[in-house]
């Protein structure tokens, strides 16, 4: 079993930088590929970014790309997303979700067993 939890969130001006952190519980922690989903308010849940196991791979979907960076520290069971200059479209309700089975696609939620309780971003224009 894995716990995950975020943090980081808050409300920053167009333009702004945050760090949003998932920490994890559980030693298989760093055997699993993680990634970031969003949601905003009345859409469905999308794919924002994904890390392998290791970090050697990482892969984000068009609309953060270049802005957004995902990365990861196995020693401290920690994930992160560094998010650049930040859009009014970026708020949501982030999530961090781990994948223990390695089998689905990247951008799909089923691919992922294991989700956290979301932290809220808000993006002021």
């Known amino acids: 079993q894995v716990q995950l939890v975020e943090t980081g969130g808050g409300l920053v001006q167009a333009g702004a930088s945050l760090r949003l952190s998932c920490l994890a519980s559980?030693?298989?922690?760093?055997?699993?590929?993680m990634a970031w989903f969003r949601q905003a308010s009345g859409k469905e849940r999308e794919f924002v970014a994904r890390?392998?196991?290791?970090?050697?791979?990482?892969y984000y979907a068009d609309s953060v790309k270049g802005r957004f960076t995902i990365s990861r520290d196995n020693a401290k069971n920690a994930m992160y997303l560094q998010m650049n200059s930040l859009k009014p479209e970026d708020t949501a309700v982030y999530y961090c979700?781990?994948?223990?089975?390695?089998?689905?696609?990247?951008?799909?939620?089923?691919?992922?067993?294991?989700w956290g309780q979301g932290t809220q971003v808000t993006v002021s224009s």
């Open positions: 559980g030693r298989t922690f760093s055997s699993y590929a």
């Open positions: 979700a781990a994948d223990s089975r390695g089998i689905g696609a990247a951008w799909r939620e089923t691919s992922y067993d294991y």
């Open positions: 890390i392998t196991w290791n970090g050697g791979n990482t």
